[in-house]
C-alpha cells in the first residue's frame, strides 16, 4: 500500500512530502491509520543524519497515535476500530533474557526501532510515524484508553512519557520520595507531571527564572533554579532521585550533591560533547550512584499509557500541519515550545 | 597516658617517633594495646597532606588490632584481653538516618576518623594505630575472631577488606552473580578473596599479564588483562557488579561495556585528577550504573571480620618494623608489596 509520508531523500535537504509503501498486514499484524504523531528532538537528529549511521528516505517519528483499520488472522489483541498507539520500537528478538524480562528496549540483538532499522519491508529500514499509517506486530501496539478528544496530546506519552515514566518506576518514585526532574522540555514536563501523580514530593530544576510558575503549573510543589547557588545548598543531600532530561552538556556535580545516601540521577539525555568528568568523591561520599535509562518496555509502556488514562494525564502540546515541519524543528531547537509539537496527520494528504 | 607513636610534624617532614597521649579510660571506652597496624594509602596521603587539611603532628594508622588491656565501668561488649580490631572510625553523631541505619561511614554530622578528626582529647584532633596504644569508645571497637596467630594478617581487614566487603554485599555478590574486580593491590586482592568467598563467579582486572597467576591465587575465578581488547571483548554485557578499586586516572568505558544490563561499576578510589568523562550512551544503552562507596558501618565490619574468622580468610601482608615506613610508602607508591605492608607495634618501642 502507497501512502503519504513527510521524511528527507538526504541530510542536507529540507523536509518534504514522499510517498512511502507499508507491507500487507501479515498474520500477526496491526494497520494503524495514524492521526497524530509527536515530534521528538531524536527525530531531527536522525534526519540530519547528527549521530551517524540515518538511512534515506528517512521518514522519522515514533509519537504515534491511530485507529486499527484492519487486523491479522492471528491478532488477538485488537480489532478494527481500537484506538492505538506505537512507540519507539516495532520489534525485537523476543528471546534474549532483556525481551523475556519485558525490557525489549535492551534487546541484546538489538530492537527494531520504529525507523532507521534494518527490516524485510521496502526499502530495507524502517520508516516511522510522519505517514498516514503504518503496519506494527501487535506485540508492538499499545491500547490508548484516553478520551478521543485527548488523542493528540497523548502521543508524545509513546517516547517522552515512557522515557521519564521507566526510571520513575526502576527507582522508585512516589510517596515519602524527594525526586527532582532537571531540564522542563518536551521530556521533562511529562517527568514533573508524572512524578507527582506517582506521588513523589516533586522537585523541578530549571536554569530559568521565567520557568518557575509553569513548572509549578506542570504539578512541581517545589522549583530550584540550579543557577542560584543558595537554593541550590538549601537541599543538599535530600533527594532520592533525581532523573536529569537535559542533552546539553552541563555539570553534573551540583545535582549529584543534592543527592541523599544511595540516591541516584539518571540520565536520560545523551550529550554531543561529554559532561565535565563527575567528582568522584561525591559517588564515594553518599554511595551515591550515576545511572542511565532507555525509553521502556511495551509492557511498561502500556502501564504508562493506563496510568495517565486513568488520571487524564496527557503532554502539553502545539499542533502543526505538515509543512510547518522545518519551522517547527528551529523552534525546538531554540527550546521555543510547550512542550511538544505533534503534527496533524490529516495534514500530510494536502 | 604516654605512648609512643609514628608520625609526621609537617607535610615535608619524614616519619618519626614520636610521644602522643592517650585520654584516661572513660566509663563506655575499651583501651588497646596495639599488636599490628596495616598501612594503607591514605595514611601516606594525609601525613603529606596530599589531599589538604592535614593536621601535625600527624599520626596516621586505621588498620589497628590489638588486645584489651581496660574497659570502663559502662562496658559490655569487651573484656580486658580481648582480641579486638579499629577501624577508619572511632565515632558518629549517633543521631542521623545514617547513623540509626548503622552506616556511620555517611554520618550527616560527619564521622570521627580514627586520624586527623576533631576530637577534646589532646592534641585536639585524632591520631591513628601507628602507635602503641589507642582508647575508643565501645561502639566503634570489633571483635577479633580469627586464630591469634593470623593477628597481623587481619589488621587490613579493618580498611581494606570493609572497603571491598561493603559495596560486594551492597550489590549482592555472590551465587549466580558475575562479580569484576580492577585493581589487584592492597583493596583489590581483598576484593577477589571476599568476592570469591561469598560465591559469586570472580573475575580480576589486571593492566599487567605478570599478575594473571596471582589473581588465580587469590581466588579468582578469570583473570581479564584489560589492555587486552579481545579478551575484554569476550565478556561484553556480562558483569552484573564491576568493583573498581584503582585511584589512578583511567578511562571508566571499557569497563562500563562490561556491563549487563542493570549492573553497576562502583568505585572506591577517588583519583587525584578526573576519570575521562565516561560515555553517557554506555550508561543509557543497558541502564547501566557508576556508583562510589566509602569503607563500611560498623555492624557491616564486625560482619565482615566474622565471616573472614569463619572463613579463615586475611591479608597477603609484608611485616614491617617501624623505621622501615618511609621505605614502605615508597615502595607501596611503585605497587611494590603483596599486597599490604603491616607494621608491628612492638618495634615502636625501639
Not at 533474557?97 to 532499522?117: F, R, V
Not at 511529562?190 to 509549578?216: D, I, N, P
Not at 545523551?270 to 532507555?294: D, M, Q, W
Amino acid at each position: 500500500m502507497t501512502v503519504k509520508a513527510l521524511g528527507a531523500l538526504a541530510a542536507n535537504k529540507p523536509m518534504e512530502s514522499l510517498e512511502i509503501t507499508r507491507r500487507a498486514v501479515g498474520a500477526h499484524d496491526v494497520a494503524i491509520k495514524i492521526a497524530f504523531c509527536g515530534v521528538c528532538h531524536s527525530d531531527l537528529h536522525m534526519v540530519r543524519d547528527e549521530w551517524g549511521g540515518a538511512i534515506y528516505p528517512s521518514v522519522p517519528g515514533h509519537e504515534i497515535v491511530g485507529h486499527v483499520t484492519a487486523v491479522g488472522d492471528h491478532v488477538s489483541k485488537f480489532k478494527v476500530g481500537d484506538t492505538v498507539g506505537v512507540g519507539c520500537m516495532v520489534d525485537s528478538c523476543r528471546e534474549c533474557a532483556s525481551c523475556h524480562d519485558g525490557l525489549e528496549q535492551y534487546c541484546t540483538g538489538g530492537m527494531t526501532q520504529t525507523y532507521n532499522s534494518p527490516t524485510a519491508d521496502a526499502p530495507g529500514h524502517t520508516l516511522g510515524g510522519y505517514s498516514q499509517s503504518i503496519v506494527v506486530d501487535e506485540n508492538f501496539v499499545l491500547r490508548v484508553t484516553h478520551d478521543e478528544k485527548d488523542l493528540a496530546a497523548v502521543a508524545p506519552l509513546l517516547c517522552a512519557g515512557i522515557t521519564t515514566w521507566s526510571p520513575l518506576r526502576h527507582w522508585n518514585a512516589g510517596p515519602g520520595k524527594k525526586v527532582g526532574i532537571v531540564g522542563i522540555g518536551g521530556l521533562g514536563h511529562m517527568g514533573v507531571k508524572l512524578a507527582a501523580a506517582l506521588g513523589a514530593h516533586t522537585v523541578a530544576f530549571t536554569t530559568s527564572e521565567s520557568k518557575r510558575e509553569a513548572a509549578l503549573a506542570l504539578g512541581a510543589h517545589e522549583v530550584i533554579v540550579s543557577k542560584n547557588e543558595e537554593e541550590m545548598a538549601a537541599h543538599a543531600g535530600s533527594f532520592d532521585f533525581i532523573l536529569n532530561t537535559v542533552a546539553a552538556t552541563h555539570n553534573l556535580d551540583p545535582f549529584i550533591g543534592l543527592l541523599a545516601r544511595d540516591g541516584t540521577m539518571c540520565l536520560v539525555g545523551a550529550p554531543e560533547h561529554p559532561h565535565p568528568s563527575p567528582t568522584v568523591f561525591n559517588l564515594i561520599f553518599g554511595r551515591r550512584s550515576i545511572a542511565g535509562s532507555l525509553i521502556g518496555g511495551i509492557a511498561e509502556t502500556q502501564e504508562m499509557l493506563d496510568f495517565c488514562g486513568e488520571h487524564g494525564i496527557t503532554s502539553d502540546i502545539e499542533m502543526i500541519a505538515a509543512n510547518q515541519i522545518e519551522d517547527a524543528f528551529a523552534r525546538m531547537l531554540k527550546g521555543d515550545v510547550r512542550y511538544r509539537f505533534v503534527i496533524d496527520s490529516a495534514t500530510l494528504a494536502g
